[in-house]
């Protein structure tokens, strides 16, 4: 049995659920389904915390939110995209007000914007520090009303159908049940999130392993600006746990071994009382993370059971703005270092967060495959460039989520439903490919081995410092594990909800992209932003203000090629902080 | 157009069934099973009274009839287990009692622990006031 | 400190068997590992055929809830050494049926927070602020904010005993969500949502057990949510009794 809509949207997170409200609300006789592996709720928008930037104080102007982006980005977003998704953010945020999210307020009952890293002005929109969790419910509470929207929770898409050049649909798998459905649509969007989990460390839930990036690639569609993923300065040693930037934006310090501010070694400007914009504590994710390697490299870390980490230091702020402001913070601490910030230093330490490359997409949401649009972490516009800023993902989310909910929308009203026996075919083996996976009971090693080599190569090779012969070293090792991954053990040989087999098509999906960062990480002989090349120290405008397209090769290897950066009002220049 | 799957299969939940004394199985059951039951002690006492408060408008015969009813000792076991139970209702009525509603003081919730303070304080104060009434006074 | 401890895990295998039975799994007891670390354990090194459901690890999407030692809990938050000297007895959580090992069947769930209409509901504008928001106060937030917090973890759901006995009961996480709504200033959809809730499954279903806010990780509290509606109810109840033209509004 087969099923038909005519929008299908692959993941259920902040951009895929904004994107199938945008469909509901463009054409409402079109039927949208929504397929996700996880229960929407689980979607991974739910862990951020520190906010979602969108420009309207007064003393603020659109122009510069979309300077601090640019700027943040050392010059690799592309600026038309970036001044469409400024514009549109605050009003994206509002209609998230209208449909009920909380976001703090002033006394006036105004809603209330704090400092961010990167950002010179105010412009951060924050829900206590819970703010991904109550845009997603919101998100997730507000599709409930919209008759038009279906969902298929706990659904593992595994492929993209493809007939005439253009998309017809997935194949997917129901968890439950274990049954290999195909489902048919006009449009496809992916929303399926980033790739973190191709880390050891990392800030990432366990399903952020990539797979509507894998999906998209293997359909031939490149991915752009894969080596450039964004190590967030505070993250807890052990679990990755996430402590936002919002400890840092309402005036938290982070300290060496010494008690010292270190980050005024490092051009970040000088240490004041209070926090100010774009200097210290407050400067780009990027910078603030090589900081910290830099900190390792002399010696003044402290050495913690997992490894170097510094101080964050919030004691100074009081028991009342913690708990005002970060009381999820206080409660992570508590419960997972067993300290309390009101009273003790955290241990932190660069952890991956965000990937800034995937699916290679227009404004719109577009990607060169007709039918396959992309929004979110999944794709890359691209408005974050070689280096996101805190508090723009969380509006990229709705911004792109709509846009390409619209698109998808009229593409799937101007274009017939595909159907064919090619489809059938392609269904078939792909029904067939499942199913012998599931026979491979008596493989030669185990999945979590070959997973945990990946992330360790990562870590090493592709890590926040990267030089052209680990990198080189880190290309061949990932063609080895791709093959160890093929021959991986699949303990689990039912069909109902065997996540045995979904962690083997994830860790199959997570190679090919550590593939597509290691391989565009080779190629770029500079050093922009998140990418950083002790070979090639400096940034080289002349050869490499462009993005790199990862694009699959016949023998599965990627193959990079450059798109030069579109350029409107803002030419490139030198990226200042902290003076 | 059908795209030949394999055959639909059914997923064979496995639906527990809750044992028949689920509620000795957890202290907190347990104790609201107690409260519950509480409930009919209340209305014993209830009852009592009010016979009591008929037995005294009906004159001294029947007062006395009564109190030689209410002297005997299977009469008296079952008030003193009554009296139990309606402590018991007391104290987690009034334990409930600060969940069910939001008190505000200047613009802020008072917590609900708090609350416990004026409302067992009153329920003691009253209760002295009685003790006094019936048995000092 | 020991270093190792036991885990005896519920399985339930619908292919192979009808009813659930225990593995046995010894796992190192490390002092910052909960008992999802344990099951990661198990899954990566010992039997790759456990099946539960994880994701953030860190509290906040509501994945991993399960019964350990009889008490239902999110695996990410139960440390094992909270456990020692163990065995810890891990179980799917009660009240639900299961689909495999320690995944429950949530779609009862799912349909019951969608009955309480959780969206925002207003016929007439609220008041609007300078960038066009809807005007909310910090005291307005505050209102109905505890009720925003719920991650839909179920563990209040697996709780309650009404709810075992009775899955008709609409439950404490869709009442909370509803009075989320209701106390939001900028809604205007209690009426709508009274059916539902003054139905004999809604709020008339609750016997104040008060399990639910006990297990709940958020302190949500959806006993006194619920409490605080029936007094809502009653009082609509006895107004449209007594002031028919007044009641409804």
Not at chain 1, 414 to 434: G, Y
Not at chain 2, 4 to 33: D, H, N, Q
Request: aromatic share 8%; hydrophobic share 40%.
């Amino acid at each position: 049995m087969t099923v038909t809509h005519d929008v299908i949207i692959v993941g259920g997170g902040g951009a895929g659920l904004r994107a199938a409200i945008a469909v509901a609300e463009t054409d409402p006789g079109l039927s949208v389904a929504v397929v996700s592996k996880v229960y929407p709720m689980r979607s991974h928008t739910v862990s951020a915390e520190g906010g979602a930037a969108g420009a309207i104080a007064d003393d603020d102007s659109f122009e510069e939110h979309i300077y601090d982006t640019i700027s943040g980005s050392d010059w690799l977003a592309d600026q038309d995209a970036v001044e469409a998704f400024v514009r549109e953010a605050p009003e994206q945020l509002l209609q998230l007000e209208h449909w009920g999210c909380p976001w703090s307020r002033e006394p006036d009952g105004t809603v209330a914007v704090r400092p961010f890293g990167g950002m010179r002005k105010k412009r951060t929109w924050f829900a206590a520090d819970k703010t991904g969790f109550h845009m997603l419910h919101t998100l997730f509470q507000t599709t409930l009303k919209y008759p038009p929207v279906t969902r298929y929770d706990e659904w593992f898409v595994t492929k993209l159908l493809i007939e005439d050049g253009r998309v017809a649909g997935v194949v997917a798998i129901e968890l439950m049940s274990g049954r290999i459905e195909t489902l048919l649509a006009r449009s496809v969007i992916l929303a399926s999130g980033g790739c973190g989990r191709v880390f050891p460390f990392t800030t990432n839930a366990a399903i952020k392993t990539g797979d509507g990036m894998a999906l998209a690639y293997r359909a031939g569609v490149p991915l752009k600006d894969m080596e450039f993923v964004q190590y967030h300065p505070t993250g807890l040693p052990f679990t990755g746990i996430l402590i936002t930037e919002a400890a840092r934006a309402e005036g938290g310090w982070l300290l060496n071994k010494d008690g010292y501010r270190y980050l005024q070694d490092y051009d970040l400007g000088q240490p004041t009382e209070q926090p100010v914009l774009r200097s210290m504590e407050l400067g780009p994710r990027d910078r603030v993370s090589q900081a910290f390697v830099g900190e390792v490299e002399k010696g003044r870390t402290i050495d913690s059971r997992y490894g170097p980490v510094t101080h964050l230091d919030l004691r100074h702020l009081g028991a009342k703005v913690i708990d005002s402001k970060l009381p999820f913070v206080r409660e992570l601490c508590r419960k997972y270092e067993k300290i309390d910030p009101v009273t003790d230093l955290i241990p932190v330490r660069p952890v991956v967060h965000y990937v800034m490359g995937g699916v290679h997409t227009d404004s719109n949401g577009a990607t060169p495959l007709p039918g396959l649009y992309a929004a979110g972490e999944v794709a890359c516009v691209s408005i974050n460039g070689a280096n996101r800023l805190g508090s723009n993902s969380l509006p990229e989310l709705v911004v792109f989520g709509a846009r390409a909910g619209v698109a998808a929308a009229r593409h799937a009203a101007e274009h017939p439903p595909a159907s064919s026996p090619a489809i059938e075919a392609q269904a078939r083996d792909e029904h067939r490919r499942l199913q012998d996976l599931l026979g491979r009971t008596g493989g030669t090693e185990r999945l979590a081995d070959v997973r945990e080599q990946m992330q360790h190569v990562m870590e090493g090779s592709a890590g926040i410092y990267r030089d052209g012969g680990s990198l080189a070293k880190a290309a061949g090792t990932l063609r080895e594990l791709q093959e160890r991954a093929g021959a991986a053990t699949i303990d689990d040989p039912s069909r109902t909800f065997n996540t045995e087999l979904t962690s083997a098509l994830e860790l199959s999906a997570m190679l090919d992209l550590a593939e597509c960062m290691v391989h565009s990480a080779w190629r770029r002989e500079e050093s922009r932003g998140a990418h950083q090349r002790t070979d090639f120290p400096a940034r080289d405008d002349e050869r490499f203000l462009a993005h790199s397209m990862a694009s699959r090769d016949p023998d599965g290897v990627p193959h990079v090629s450059y798109l030069p950066v579109t350029i409107t009002g803002w030419p490139p220049g030198e990226r200042i902080y902290g003076r | 157009m059908t795209t030949s799957t394999e055959p639909g299969f059914e997923v064979r939940l496995y639906r527990p069934k809750v044992p028949r004394f689920w509620w000795a199985r957890r202290p907190s059951y347990l104790l609201f099973i107690l409260r519950e039951l509480s409930s009919l002690f209340v209305a014993w006492f209830v009852a009592f009274l009010l016979v009591l408060v008929y037995a005294v408008g009906q004159g001294a015969a029947a007062y006395q009839d009564f109190l030689d009813f209410a002297a005997n000792p299977f009469v008296i076991a079952v008030n003193v287990v009554a009296l139990a139970f309606v402590v018991l209702h007391a104290v987690t009525f009034f334990q409930a009692a600060p969940q069910t509603t939001v008190v505000r003081l200047r613009g802020r919730r008072v917590p609900p622990a708090l609350l416990a303070v004026p409302i067992f304080g009153g329920w003691v104060v009253v209760s002295a006031f009685l003790i006094w009434l019936v048995v000092l006074a | 400190m020991q270093d190792r401890i036991t885990l005896q895990v519920a399985r339930y295998r619908p292919e192979q068997e009808s009813k659930p039975t225990f593995d046995e799994y010894e796992v190192p007891l490390r002092e910052d590992w909960a008992v999802l670390d344990g099951l990661n354990y198990v899954k990566d090194r010992l039997d790759g055929t456990l099946s539960y459901r994880w994701s953030c690890r860190m509290g906040i999407c509501g994945s991993c809830g399960m019964t350990a030692n009889g008490e239902p809990v999110l695996s990410c938050a139960a440390f094992l050494s909270d456990f020692a000297p163990g065995p810890v007895r891990i179980e799917p959580l009660r009240n639900f049926p299961v689909i495999r090992d320690l995944v429950i069947e949530m779609t009862d769930f799912m349909h019951k927070l969608g009955r309480v209409k959780p969206w925002i509901i207003n016929e007439q504008e609220p008041a609007e602020g300078a960038h066009g928001e809807y005007l909310q106060t910090p005291a307005e937030l505050e209102d109905y904010h505890q009720y925003s917090m719920c991650i839909n973890c179920m563990l209040c759901y697996s709780a309650c005993p009404v709810y075992g006995l009775d899955p008709s009961f609409v439950g404490p996480a869709a009442i909370a969500l509803a009075q989320r709504y209701n106390l939001d200033s900028r809604d205007e959809g209690d009426a709508l949502r009274m059916a539902e809730l003054s139905s004999h499954d809604g709020v008339w279903g609750c016997t104040f057990v008060g399990e639910c806010t006990k297990a709940c990780p958020k302190g949500v509290d959806p006993a006194g949510a619920i409490q605080r509606y029936k007094v809502t109810a009653a009082t609509d109840a006895a107004k449209s009794l007594l002031l028919p033209r007044a009641a409804g509004r």
